[in-house]
């Protein structure tokens, strides 16, 4: 068990819907990061965020936003969903921008 | 974007056997990381290299990073079953960027 909990664990909706993930960081983590994988493109980096604040972004649509609240907690906002959207997401946390990373077990998003 | 391409994409073998993980680049990296993940699970990591021609062992897995610290390899002695998964090599800054992967399956 790396600590971070991810829910839900499967998620199925239709095209052009609006899905949010969740994301909790191990105790005491403030870096929360967001990846996507997929068996074509593989995994691949979102958005890094860190205390609360954007830290770095990648190849992330802009259908796609994320925020940190105050408690830490992470969510990922999915909207006009498509069905290449579909892909397992991951949350990892860790204690800052350089430590190592811990992941959630993912979220498997199936669009129908 | 720094590619990281890993060699072989799958990989199948009969428990007991021996095999080797490439993961190559044409850029020099401070560091690398190697993870394993598992069906439904996320990555988890098994090892960070740091220093250009540094081993690792890790039970029955040994992790070389070259002498550039543009590549880095994976062997594992003797595969059991309980070695199946996915292994990714990884360069870690303020976010991973993973390697393409490879498959492992290991059959008893």
């Known amino acids: 068990d790396s600590g971070v909990t991810q829910t839900p664990k499967h998620l199925i909706t239709a095209t052009g819907q609006r899905v949010t993930l969740r994301c909790s960081p191990r105790?005491?983590?403030?870096?929360v990061y967001w990846y996507q994988q997929s068996l074509d493109q593989g995994l691949q980096f979102l958005i890094h965020y860190y205390n609360g604040e954007e830290r770095a972004k990648g190849n992330i649509l802009e259908r796609f936003s994320a925020q940190q609240f105050p408690d830490l907690h992470s969510e990922l906002n999915l909207s006009s969903l498509e069905l290449g959207d579909s892909a397992l997401y991951f949350c990892a946390s860790s204690e800052g921008p350089d430590s190592v990373e811990h992941f959630g077990d993912g979220t498997r998003l199936s669009i129908l | 974007t720094q590619l990281l391409e890993q060699s072989p994409q799958f990989l199948s073998i009969q428990e007991g056997e021996n095999l080797t993980v490439y993961c190559n680049s044409s850029?020099?990296?401070?560091?690398l990381q190697w993870y394993r993940q598992e069906p439904g699970e996320g990555p988890v990591l098994l090892v960070t290299v740091v220093t250009g021609g540094e081993v690792k062992k890790l039970k029955r897995l040994t992790f070389q990073f070259g002498d550039a610290r543009k590549d880095s390899s994976l062997h594992i002695t003797a595969a059991q079953p309980g070695d199946t998964g996915l292994y990714l090599c990884a360069r870690h800054t303020d976010k991973l960027i993973f390697g393409t992967g490879t498959r492992l399956q290991v059959f008893p």
């Open positions: 850029s020099v990296f401070s560091s």
């Open positions: 105790s005491g983590d403030l870096s």
